[in-house]
């Protein structure tokens, strides 16, 4: 009977000296790696404190090597999602005289977040700013929306459009991992560029016609594509440094021909992520002969660059992707053969530095 009160009081303390412990996630400082550890939970005090440690990791953290992407994003903080788009094309003609001509397009939105409940973002997306010029034979046109109207009618309508776009609020609903669940609010901006271009297309089929083109253009759907290329970089599965993943999209309407983007997670370092980008369109040739005449065509599309996330919130710092296309089409009747040539060397950037 002695031994097995003493077994029972053994018991009994080993059990009263048992702390109680939690698993938790925090960054080496020597090694800037995520790590988890067993830590032990005394008094409410130190529930907090677990607390704060799991707020301090990081959006961009790693978990035994594979770094995955999830936004943390400040409740009353806006953050910039400004567009720039530079293309600069050049025609050949047969005897070898060339003109080129440059355009230049910026769409300026920020996201303000408004609140965050049960793992999801509510945030208003605020249109604030848009702008196009052209450039050929040293001439420069343009639309700017914090401009005056421009005196050139042909321009005014683009204007007035651009206009009663910027100044309009959408509403973006996000999960922690950057999935878009919906974005909702443009029947408003609809109305507006309905009113815009009342005074100018008086025919009310044209009308419709340009209204449903606009809406074409404009959408939930297209938001979204454009949000997942440019916020959602890395793959849900998560990536290792020097890891490469790819994603294709259609080039033409019918799906023939394919672009693919290869991308490198090349480091995540000092609170930036850092991944370079390249592919394209491998060349394509194609050649018919009709009525004795044969007309040959080559093409090819070619793109690198770097895009940077911040490694704390998960949000694009900055993307500047150069994009190369050359094509050449050849005509001939066995005898002799003119050629034409076309290239673009685009420019894509997002969130320019200034």
Not at 268 to 296: C, Y
Not at 311 to 320: F, I, L, P
């Amino acid at each position: 009977m002695k031994k097995f009160t003493a077994i029972a009081l053994l018991a009994i303390t080993l059990v009263a000296c048992k702390k109680e412990t939690q698993t938790v996630t925090k960054v080496d400082p020597e090694t800037g790696k995520t790590i988890t550890v067993e830590v032990p939970v005394e008094n409410p005090t130190d529930s907090a404190k677990i607390e704060r440690t799991q707020a301090a990791v990081p959006a961009i953290h790693d978990s035994l090597g594979i770094y995955k992407q999830t936004f943390k994003l400040e409740k009353g903080q806006t953050y910039p999602l400004v567009t720039y788009q530079k293309d600069v094309q050049t025609m050949t003609a047969p005897d070898g005289k060339s003109q080129s001509g440059t355009s230049e397009m910026t769409d300026e939105m920020s996201f303000t977040v408004n609140d965050f409940k049960n793992g999801t973002y509510d945030i208003t997306i605020n249109l604030t700013g848009k702008r196009n010029s052209q450039s050929a034979n040293g001439k420069t046109v343009s639309v700017d929306t914090k401009q005056a109207e421009p005196k050139d009618e042909q321009l005014k309508m683009m204007w007035k459009v651009n206009k009663a776009l910027v100044g309009n609020k959408l509403n973006l609903k996000m999960t922690e991992s950057g999935k878009v669940l919906s974005i909702t609010g443009f029947d408003a901006v609809y109305n507006k560029i309905s009113a815009s271009v009342g005074s100018t297309i008086k025919d009310p089929k044209e009308k419709t016609a340009f209204l449903s083109s606009f809406k074409q253009s404009f959408n939930e759907k297209m938001l979204k594509d454009q949000f997942d290329k440019n916020l959602v970089i890395i793959p849900a599965k998560g990536a290792k440094i020097g890891e490469k993943w790819s994603q294709s999209e259609n080039a033409t309407p019918d799906g023939k021909i394919k672009l693919t983007t290869t991308y490198t997670l090349k480091s995540v370092d000092n609170g930036v992520a850092q991944i370079a980008v390249t592919g394209g369109i491998p060349k394509k040739s194609d050649k018919k002969t009709q009525e004795g005449i044969t007309r040959s065509m080559t093409s090819e599309l070619s793109q690198n660059g770097t895009i940077t996330l911040d490694q704390n919130t998960g949000w694009v710092k900055n993307q500047n992707i150069a994009v190369k296309t050359v094509q050449t089409e050849t005509l001939s009747d066995g005898k002799q053969s003119q050629t034409m040539k076309s290239s673009s060397n685009s420019t894509v950037v997002v969130n320019p530095s200034k």
